[in-house]
């Protein structure tokens, strides 16, 4: 068996680090090497810090998980620093050190992914350096370009698409809601899907239904409009919201499209015992090993928004509609290289001949209490992969 050191790239005071730790206690007897977030993008040369933290390391092989950044305010404001150093034309740097905490405020999330790539650029140059000079073996959970493909929603669809992955189609954006509206109806689209190309957990996203005629249009989304003298601002919350009037629709569509925007197809998503619903599986190492059922009355099935978890095997169809999915995330895993755990969001389609894939999530495998052969997706990493 090798000597292997697990190393965490994650904010320790997240819960993500808490299970992953337990996790490696649990099958290895082991803790892994924390590194912060916050301590890596307040050094003045991040290479050269992390390559310090790395000397102590006597082990020859080296696992690396590269945890989401998120929840914290201070990480996230350092990146979109970054990214605003990165060339922002709408952000400069001092305004970006300017910032203060805005509980929800739905902005600059084109800045925060440029941060976050030159961040993780910085992270493989140190760890190519470190392991060449030392001559160690780094094996990554996922790449940083496998993170980054998958942060990019717009581009990850394109990818699979191109590959003949079953996927929403995608739609032309327009410049404006009215445009889109007119586009649409133009095309009898009548449904589509809103959503920022660097969001996540339905930030931003926004379901629009037209009518035929083009007599009524409806959003529905987590985001709420704010408007303090004068100035409209939107807020992510944990609550869907339903808006009729055009100018409201207009608004919104507006704040989506400065952050970078993707449209497309409205699936109809299966039902559950009267509810929407479609799947997250998560796929390790290649292979597909644990699901969740998410069940909601709205169009957005994430269950931080107040939706519960069900069991497609209680659908009629369910055991062979999870079998597509299983197969279906499978099959994405082996077009997509460096990708060792991620989460696939996934709908079948009613008429059950296929899956859709809606979206791929680097940091998916958040699902406590799902488990595979009686692990949790944490302790599965820990098992799947060789030490």
């Given at each position: 068996m090798q000597s292997v050191t697990w190393v965490l790239i994650c904010n320790p005071e997240n819960r993500r680090q808490r299970f992953f730790t337990e996790a490696l206690r649990k099958q290895r007897g082991k803790l892994?090497?924390?590194?912060?977030?916050?301590?890596?993008?307040?050094?003045?040369?991040?290479v050269e810090y992390l390559v310090k933290k790395l000397e102590s390391i006597k082990n020859q092989y080296i696992h690396l998980k590269i945890e989401s950044p998120g929840e914290s305010f201070e990480v996230t404001k350092?990146?979109?620093?970054?990214?605003?150093?990165?060339?922002?034309?709408?952000?400069?740097?001092?305004?970006?050190?300017?910032?203060?905490?805005?509980?929800?405020?739905?902005?600059?999330?084109?800045?925060?992914?440029?941060g976050y790539r030159f961040l993780l650029k910085e992270i493989d140059c140190a760890l190519s350096c470190w392991a060449r000079a030392s001559g160690r073996i780094v094996r990554y959970v996922?790449?940083?370009?496998?993170?980054?493909?998958?942060?990019?929603?717009?581009?990850?669809?394109?990818?699979?698409?191109?590959?003949?992955?079953?996927?929403?189609?995608?739609?032309?954006v327009a410049e404006d809601v009215t445009t889109l509206l007119d586009q649409l109806r133009m095309t009898k689209q009548c449904s589509v899907f809103i959503k920022p190309k660097y969001g996540s957990s339905?930030?931003?996203?926004i379901a629009l239904r037209v009518k035929p005629d083009g007599s009524k249009c409806v959003a529905?989304?987590?985001?709420?409009?704010?408007?303090?003298?004068g100035v409209v601002q939107c807020y992510n919350s944990l609550k869907v919201r339903t808006y009729h009037k055009e100018k409201d629709i207009a608004a919104l569509y507006s704040t989506v499209l400065?952050?970078?925007?993707?449209?497309?197809?409205?699936?109809?998503?299966?039902?559950?015992?009267?509810?929407?619903?479609?799947?997250?599986?998560?796929v390790i190492n290649?292979?597909?090993?644990?699901?969740?059922?998410?069940?909601?009355?709205?169009?957005?099935?994430?269950?931080?928004?107040?939706?519960?978890r069900g069991d497609i095997l209680h659908h009629k169809s369910g055991a062979f509609m999870l079998k597509n999915a299983y197969d279906c995330a499978e099959n994405v895993a082996s077009l997509s290289s460096g990708a060792g755990c991620f989460g696939a969001d996934i709908i079948l389609s009613s008429s059950r001949s296929r899956a859709h894939i809606i979206?791929?999530?680097?940091?998916?495998?958040?699902?406590?209490?799902?488990?595979y052969q009686s692990k949790d997706t944490y302790e599965t990493q820990v098992d799947f992969l060789p030490c």
């Open positions: 892994p090497v924390v590194i912060s977030y916050a301590d890596i993008l307040g050094a003045s040369n991040p350092a990146l979109i620093i970054l990214g605003a150093r990165e060339g922002s034309k709408r952000l400069d740097l001092e305004s970006a050190k300017k910032l203060r905490y805005d509980k929800g405020r739905f902005k600059y999330l084109k800045e925060w992914y440029f996922n790449q940083p370009t496998a993170i980054l493909n998958m942060l990019d929603k717009y581009r990850c669809q394109q990818f699979l698409a191109q590959r003949g992955v079953a996927t929403p189609k995608l739609i032309p339905a930030t931003g996203v529905r989304t987590s985001l709420e409009l704010s408007k303090t003298d400065e952050e970078g925007a993707y449209i497309e197809q409205w699936l109809p998503k299966p039902q559950l015992k009267g509810q929407n619903f479609d799947l997250r599986v998560v290649g292979k597909a090993t644990h699901h969740v059922t998410r069940c909601s009355n709205t169009p957005m099935t994430n269950l931080h928004l107040g939706n519960q979206e791929l999530n680097a940091f998916g495998d958040l699902l406590p209490g799902i488990h």
